[in-house]
């Protein structure tokens, strides 16, 4: 980490706000990025991000300058935006997500998806699926860092996985199906 940053990071926790305002304005356009590419929508986005600083600010004293600063503000966004996730959505009975078959199909079928195809079906994924999904796929965290920072055990981290992938396999299949066979007459 940059001399500059370590002493934004000092003055921050000693609460200068020009300082405060310096790290804001550095970092707060990757962030919202970050947010809205969770949240999928403006307001939750910015709400989460506003979430996202207040955290932040108050943990600038338990971060350790070990890895990068702006992965561990990251980290505090994504499980920001995974608690808002948590708290508007109903959650799915995980056992039964993961009874799930093995997933080399739904792979093959995501393989011949384009980016668009991806990014426009992955609004039919429930939302903690969507979120690992994004994590493990975009973003290429392992299943032991998404369940370290969203706080969930691996196997369930695997579980929203397959789900995601399962719910793209399928509607993708939909989605092909109505191109080539066009519709049928009721």
């Not at 890895?67 to 056992?95: P, S």
């Amino acid at each position: 980490m940059s001399e500059q940053i370590e002493n934004i990071i000092s003055q921050c926790i000693q609460g200068d706000r020009k300082s405060q305002k310096m790290l804001f304005k550095s970092y707060n356009k990757r962030l919202y990025a970050i947010a809205l590419k969770y949240m999928g929508n403006v307001s939750e986005a910015e709400e989460v991000l506003q979430d996202s600083w207040i955290g932040i600010f108050k943990s600038l004293g338990n971060y350790k300058n070990e890895g990068k600063f702006e992965g561990w503000m990251k980290t505090i966004v994504i499980r920001t935006a995974w608690k808002a996730t948590r708290k508007r959505t109903f959650h799915a009975d995980i056992d039964a997500v993961s009874n799930l078959t093995k997933v080399s199909e739904s792979s093959q079928a995501i393989d011949k998806m384009t980016c668009e195809e991806v990014l426009s079906l992955l609004s039919f994924v429930p939302a903690s699926s969507q979120q690992v999904f994004k994590m493990f796929v975009m973003d290429e965290y392992t299943h032991k860092e998404i369940s370290e920072i969203l706080g969930i055990d691996k196997s369930t981290s695997r579980a929203h996985l397959a789900k995601a992938r399962k719910v793209l396999r399928e509607k993708f299949e939909i989605i092909n199906n109505i191109k080539h066979n066009g519709l049928k007459a009721i």
